[in-house]
């Protein structure tokens, strides 16, 4: 959805380096979202925001973390305690509502060096 | 939590064929379920959902089917084309947050 931005598209980490991902979105959507996604897998939630300086951790935070200062903003950093963190990354978002689906940025490959 | 099962994990059918993805959940309270699909590389889009107060829905070639009673859904594709080719996955909704199932890889042959 042209609506969420994420970038870069593609970034490198080398050993005991903190990366961040960026997630933009102008849809003025509540809650954001980030997943983690390996190759033939599904969608492993990583942390998730449903208000503005407020975020909690989904099923695999460890080794992540976020910010939400903006509504529009949900940033992901992943810090060198995450020791596998080659993967494809996903930022979604959402209205607040619960009957409603959540739409997907193109989403940033992450490699090691 | 909410816990949600698909399968299959892999479907192969010919082109003009139809296709059945199946979807279990666990928790009773969950109200919504949609269904995405992924092509190589690129994000899930929405094709179909559902929601709690109605059994069926369909769009086109598409069609959802929901058992709340069984707790599970399906998505059906009638003339299937290469084109659908791709992984679908569902998901429902659980406290706060959707819960995605591991995924179905369609391929689609000519």
């Known amino acids: 959805d042209g609506g969420i931005t994420q970038s870069p598209k593609y970034l490198f980490r080398k050993e005991g380096q903190n990366v961040t991902l960026s997630c933009e979105q102008n849809l003025n959507h509540d809650a954001m979202y980030w997943y983690r996604q390996d190759p033939g897998q599904g969608l492993r939630l990583i942390y998730y925001s449903q208000i503005v300086n407020d975020f909690q951790k989904g099923d695999i935070a460890e080794g992540y973390s976020v910010s939400r200062e903006k509504k529009e903003s949900f940033p992901l950093t992943v810090t060198s305690a995450q020791k596998n963190p080659t993967a494809f990354y996903l930022c979604?978002?959402?209205?607040?509502?619960?009957?409603?689906?959540?739409?997907f940025g193109d989403g940033t490959r992450l490699s090691i060096l | 939590g909410e816990n949600v099962e698909q399968h299959p994990s892999t479907l192969s059918v010919q082109e003009g064929d139809s296709a059945v993805i199946k979807c279990t959940y666990s928790?009773?309270?969950?109200?919504?379920f949609p269904w995405y699909k992924q092509e190589l590389g690129k994000r899930p889009q929405l094709i179909i959902d559902?929601?709690?107060?109605?059994g069926e829905k369909k769009d086109q070639r598409i069609a959802v089917t929901l058992n709340k009673t069984a707790k599970h859904f399906s998505l059906h594709i009638t003339e299937t084309q290469p084109e659908d080719s791709a992984v679908y996955f569902c998901a429902a909704i659980g406290f706060q947050k959707l819960v995605f199932g591991t995924g179905t890889r369609l391929l689609v042959s000519p």
């Open positions: 979604a978002s959402s209205m607040q509502d619960r009957q409603q689906p959540q739409h």
């Open positions: 559902i929601r709690s107060n109605v």
């Open positions: 928790d009773s309270a969950s109200n919504y």
